[in-house]
């Protein structure tokens, strides 16, 4: 099995999201944050949901129709994505531990990629995409922060993005790693419930549909598939 064609699906079935290109954030840019509220804003957003989580969302990419994106984390930072068609079937699953790459399940080809991109996020890690879901600060233990030109930037030695935060309350609205840029709006607290995605070749819209905080006790099994391009 071609693994072009998985990395199609990882394209459909992820993080970051939901309508088509045209559609985009209508977030008004703030002026530039001081150091003084870089210092209380970070310290805000620096704390992810604690817990299990659950996300539902709507999907849409371009060439697709409204696909179903769940997403499911449990205590110890081990997760699910999963992306169902219009009929409810499941077409993708994508799972990780902490720390790990995303290891993508394509059904329809019956294979399985390490590595590839979830849900528009192709050259966003899987674990940062998650605490951007939930509205945190997508920071790894032993990165850089620091206020630079009015934004907060995040960098580490394999990767940087530029954050920009709006305030009352404190939240995330665009994210800027490369050619990916990360629009987030319709926020609930510091969650955002609109997420549009834009990158060289890609662009998704997500729409969170339901949350739930606690109430994941055991991820679903992967499925039994051979990798794709094995003999």
């Known amino acids: 099995m071609a ?4 990395s199609r699906f990882a394209a459909i079935a992820a993080v970051v999201l939901t309508l088509l290109v045209g559609a985009c954030s209508t977030t008004a840019r703030r002026p530039a944050m001081t150091a003084e509220e870089f210092s ?3 310290e805000d957003l620096r704390r992810p949901l604690e817990g299990s989580v659950g996300l539902l969302y709507r999907l849409r990419t371009a060439g697709t129709g409204r696909l179903g994106l769940t997403v499911l984390v449990d205590d110890h930072g081990e997760g ?3 992306v ?3 009929f409810g079937a499941t077409v993708a699953v994508a799972a990780w531990t ?3 790459q995303p290891v993508l399940y394509d059904l329809r080809e019956e294979c399985a990629v390490r590595g590839r991109g979830v849900a528009g996020f192709a050259t966003l890690p899987m674990d940062r995409a998650i605490l951007l879901m939930t509205g945190a600060l997508p920071l790894r233990d032993g990165d850089e922060l620091r206020l630079e030109d009015g934004a907060a930037v995040i960098s580490s030695s394999s990767w ?4 920009e935060i709006a305030t009352a309350p404190w939240r995330i609205t665009r994210v800027e790693a490369g050619d990916l840029v990360i629009r987030l709006s319709d926020h609930d607290g510091i969650v955002p419930g ?4 834009k990158g060289a070749d890609e662009s998704a819209e997500l729409e969170l549909r339901r949350l739930e905080r ?3 006790r055991r991820l679903p099994d992967v499925p039994d598939l051979p990798w794709c391009g094995a003999p």
């Open 194 to 197: 609109r997420i549009v995605v």
């Open 214 to 216: 606690n109430r994941i």
């Open 98 to 100: 902490r720390g790990d």
């Open 160 to 163: 940087s993005a530029r954050v």
């Open 3 to 6: 693994p072009t064609t998985a």
């Open 80 to 82: 699910r994505m999963t």
């Open 84 to 86: 169902a068609d219009t």
């Open 40 to 42: 209380q804003a970070t």
